[in-house]
């Protein structure tokens, strides 16, 4: 594991505020108690408070102590965890509100309705496949046929011999 | 076959012209449109093999389920790119795309063509975007290590066949896939016979890859961004399967006596690389080495040639595609998040991504081939005609499923089970797109089991 030593980036600004928004939060969470919430709302506005105290503890936080986890590769966009501090249904496509409900629509709807269901259904009710069902019917039949016919089930050469044109006989 | 591709071409053109907010709305939505379209391809009701032909694409039994899958993946390519683009300036965005679609273009090409000469230019150019996804949009700085990696083991690879394709130009005076599947099988044994069987197989065998020259895959599948590490294991690497499949048909009867290095590197790879597995830090790098495996099998079955065989190789190339793929998703969904891929960083997300664990359980179900997916019928098919070929492979095949559900369980309990560490409990939850990209991974692999005569190829 490498470990790689920067200056202090965005990204690293970014990790010791959600460190202390971390404390910050936990420290609420113990001392503020709201009666009749579910856990559910909890969540949501403890979420919420960590969005805002994040923003609110941005200029105090550089004595916070620096977490001991290699620094991820790449750098983590900072507006991850704002996204949904501003549309709590983000479905993961845009931040605009609009395009994101519009997109997922879209992708459901021409993914599952259109490509997976229609799809299965055509594909289910394509005709034989190969023409392996009807070799099946076609074979059962031309074995009752020699049956009736008293002929062998199935000729020995797979083609008649005399379709094969043999040089004649002493010729190099 | 032209309603499938003029769309995909003009794609591009959409990318350009489309309007900023309804980019990758429009391009999703369309890419999955041609992807509806693309089933008609499944419809093969004469026994004759070529259907939907002009003079220089057709489509048969063995390219129809590799192209449907080429087209159902730029959808799924798209919805994962999504993310990790947003931050990027348009312009760049659109490139991305615009490199997405003509690698499908030349995907699309290359599995329809029925000319050698122009499989082999659409084989050599889907390289180029490749290296381009790889190399500009990676993220760590072994992604330029990696492109070498990459291009260069398939070049090497590939000028060796251009020479034989010339060569067998030369000789036949065409190279028309029509034409050559009925020459007569008279590849005797002579030196120069057996350099020109090696310049034909070389390419493919890289491509799949084989054990000895796979070094190529880990490095590109991990530096590679989730569309890149998508297409390459969903589909480049069946490139090299569907080559090989192609091509081996002419080589009777050299093949015989020449095939034994390659089935035993093959053969071996399945074990070595299943191990490799199980040492893993780096959760790309262990999926990487994963589909080294199952290629390996899949080579090996088309180097012993019988009808099974190549039923099971085509089986397990589509459904490795889909389930490969899907594992690529799902660990770029833990890299979004945490920024690493090491494994021992992003465990117990059970607890706080129950959703996702599922899909995780699934997939890696079907990694290590558990009735009734895909992959079992696959490895099924193919593991008893090694058999057949030889008594003694089971003990390899078998030591090598058994590593195989080892090591997908391992990804399983180190990703999902146990504690959760504490930088790990405050990521985002999964995003609606992200468990959409996993139902239309799984979605179509679960579907399949029901009709699997469509991917089983023409010996079915």
Partial sequence: MRTVHRELSGIQLWRRRKMAARSIGLLRRLRVWRPGVGAGCQAVSSRRVLGHSSREQAGSVTSAPEPALPIGHGDAPPQEVMLYDKNPDYHGFSADPYVDVWNMRLAFFCGISLAIVVGSVFVHYLPDHGMRQWARREAERQLKQREAEGLPAIDVNYYSTDRIALPPEGEE | ?460
């Fill in chain 2, 1 to 460: 076959m032209l309603k499938i591709l003029i769309p995909t071409i003009m794609m591009i053109p959409t990318t350009y012209f489309m309007n900023k907010k309804w980019l990758w709305t429009s391009t999703t939505s369309y890419s999955l449109l041609i992807a509806t379209m693309s089933l008609l391809w499944f419809k093969w009701n004469l026994e004759t093999a070529w259907n939907f032909s002009n003079n220089f694409l057709a489509i048969d039994p063995l390219s129809m389920p590799l192209l449907v899958l080429t087209c159902w993946l730029l959808p799924l390519m798209l919805l994962a790119s999504q993310n990790h683009l947003m931050n990027e300036p348009y312009i760049r965005q659109q490139t991305y795309i615009t490199l997405l679609i003509l690698l499908q273009i030349f995907l699309i090409m290359a599995f329809s063509a029925t000319e050698l000469i122009l499989f082999y230019i659409m084989f050599e150019a889907t390289l180029i975007p490749t290296l381009i996804i790889i190399t500009r949009w990676g993220n760590q700085t072994e992604r330029l290590n990696a492109g070498i990696y990459f291009l260069f083991y398939t070049l090497m690879g590939s000028l060796p066949l251009l020479i034989a394709l010339l060569i067998l130009q030369n000789d036949m005076n065409t190279l028309s896939m029509f034409m050559l599947q009925h020459i007569s099988n008279n590849l005797m044994a002579t030196s120069w016979n057996k350099f020109w069987w090696l310049a034909c197989m070389i390419a493919f065998l890289v491509k799949m890859p084989l054990y000895g020259v796979h070094l190529w895959l880990p490095k590109a599948h991990v530096e590679a961004p989730i569309a890149g590490s998508m297409i390459l294991a969903a589909i480049l690497l069946k490139l090299g399967g569907y080559g090989m499949m192609r091509i081996i048909i002419m080589l009777n009867p050299l093949t015989k006596e020449m095939m034994y290095p390659f089935l035993i590197l093959a053969v071996w790879g399945i074990i070595m690389t299943s191990s490799i597995c199980l040492r893993q830090t780096d959760l790309k790098s262990l999926i990487a080495y994963s589909s080294v495996s199952h290629m390996g099998l899949v080579a090996a079955a088309i180097l012993i040639q019988t009808p099974w065989s190549f039923a099971g190789a085509t089986t397990l190339m589509i459904a490795h595609g889909l389930i490969s793929s899907a594992l690529f998703c799902l660990s770029n969904t833990n890299y979004e998040r945490t920024h690493t891929r090491t494994l021992i960083l992003t465990r117990g997300l059970q607890i706080i991504l129950p959703l996702m664990a599922t899909s995780w359980f699934l997939i890696n179900l079907a990694n290590l081939a558990l009735p009734p997916s895909l992959n079992l019928m696959g490895e099924l098919l193919i593991i008893t005609s090694l058999f057949k070929w030889s008594n003694w492979t089971i003990m390899l095949t078998g030591i090598g499923m058994m590593l195989t559900a080892s090591y997908s369980l391992y990804m399983f309990l180190m990703t999902q089970r146990g504690p959760t560490p504490q930088h790990l409990t405050f990521i985002n939850p999964s995003y609606t797109r992200e468990h959409l990209l996993i139902y239309l991974h799984l979605l179509p692999s679960m579907l399949i089991i029901l009709k699997p005569e469509l991917i089983m190829g023409w010996t079915f």
